[in-house]
């Protein structure tokens, strides 16, 4: 019987410290089954899933937690290798000029229908042109069986007026997402 191991792991960016992981990984038999590893403001931040016999996941999970001497702060979680099934999935991409709140804003609007954030990747930039700092988000977004879309989608695009940005919201209807 399989089970996984989620960590999350921060600490200062520098070479090798996904080798560390995954050798840590490798010499328990595990497998690296997902991860969003990532640099921000010069600290490396992760989330890793890691699929391992559920006989060796003590013994995962201490090696995991002894790379703290690396200088990574880690955080282990069992969950069931066989995840509930799949929801149905959307898409969200917007983009406007940046200003405090659009997170909170957006994501108040789709926990409030019930679609909850699988993936959410944000980034501040120059815009082309003026210069001017521009917000780009795009999520990903489980929609639980029964929530019909029409009525998020109203919302959204409310609030995307308001907000006086670009925003995109579909249903993700083939399995390569």
């Known amino acids: 019987m399989k089970t996984s191991l989620i960590l999350t792991l921060i600490g200062p960016d520098r070479p090798g410290l996904v080798s560390a992981v995954s050798a840590c990984a490798g010499a328990h038999g595990a497998n690296w089954m997902e991860s969003r590893l990532t ?6 931040a992760g989330v890793v899933r890691l699929e391992v016999d559920a006989a060796a996941a003590a013994a995962l999970e201490r090696g995991l937690l002894g790379l703290g001497a690396e200088g990574l702060q880690l955080a282990v979680v069992r ?55 521009l917000f780009r988000a795009r999520a990903e977004l489980a929609v639980p069986a029964g929530i019909g879309l029409a009525g998020v989608r109203s919302d959204l695009e409310a609030l995307a007026n308001e907000l006086m940005v670009d925003l995109d919201f579909e249903e993700v209807t083939d399995s390569a997402g």
């Open 79 to 133: 969950a069931d290798a066989a995840a509930a099934a799949q929801p149905r999935l959307a898409r969200l991409e917007l983009v406007g000029h940046d200003r405090p709140g659009i997170v909170r804003d957006i994501s108040a609007v789709l926990a409030r229908h019930g679609l909850s954030i699988d993936a959410l990747e944000t980034a501040c930039e120059n815009a082309s042109m003026s210069g001017e700092p």
């Open 39 to 44: 640099r921000l403001a010069g600290q490396f």
